[in-house]
Structure formats: C-alpha cells, structure tokens
Nanobody, 118 residues
Framework: QVQLVESGGGLVQPGGSLSLSCAASGIPFGINRMDWYRQAPGKQRELVAG???????NYSDSVKGRFTISRDNAKNTVSLQMNNLKPEDTANYYC????????????WGQGTQVTVSS
C-alpha cells in the first residue's frame, strides 16, 4: 500500500519559519521526482518546489530564495524548509511523488495546513 505522509504544518507569524516533511512508503523501484504543491482556498493547486532523484531542484518565483527543498533517497523522504513566510504562503501543502516506473502512476499526500498570520 502506497502512502505519502506529510508533517510539520502549523501556525506561524509573518517572517517566521516552518519545515515540512513527507515520508513515502510502498512505492516499488524507487521515486524519480518529489514535489511540493500548495492550494489556498478558492485557488488552483500550484507547484511550489520540486526535486529529482539526482538532486536537481526548481522553485516557483514566489518562493525562490525563501524556500529550500531537499530529499533523502535512502529514506524516501522530501522536506521543505520555509523561511521568511508571508501571509500569502497560507495554504494546504501537498507532497507529490512520481515513481521511477511510469506504469505505477503518481501519488499525492493528504496535505498539511500552513497558516501565516499575526
């Protein structure tokens, strides 16, 4: 059974920091790409950051320079360090995994809420 379990969300003041983690299990043959998406109320889900198995990263312009994505291939985990948080970063954050085998499809976590407010 495939599971992606996120943790680390919460309430933080503007300018503060949070770290999100996602642990994947049950995906055979390994994971190619792991991404973080977010969705705010009334808005479409958007890509925040992504990282390949080889460590190449990409970020949305809105978080570049403030967020850092990293992963541990041996543990099948991906993390998102979020610094200098802004109220507009408030959203439900989702982990997304693309397996090495394209036959398996892709997987989403259940989401973790991040609220940036004073």
């Amino acid at each position: 059974q495939v599971q992606l379990v996120e943790s680390g969300g919460g309430l933080v003041q503007p300018g503060g920091s949070l770290s999100l983690s996602c642990a994947a299990s049950g995906i055979p043959f390994g994971i190619n790409r792991m991404d973080w998406y977010r969705q705010a109320p009334g808005k479409q889900r958007e890509l925040v950051a992504g990282i390949t198995r080889g460590g190449s990263t990409n970020y949305s312009d809105s978080v570049k320079g403030r967020f850092t994505i990293s992963r541990d291939n041996a543990k099948n985990t991906v993390s998102l360090q979020m610094n200098n948080l802004k109220p507009e970063d408030t959203a439900n954050y989702y982990c997304y995994a693309v397996p090495v085998s394209s036959l398996l499809g892709t997987y989403w976590g259940q989401g973790t809420q991040v609220t940036v407010s004073s």
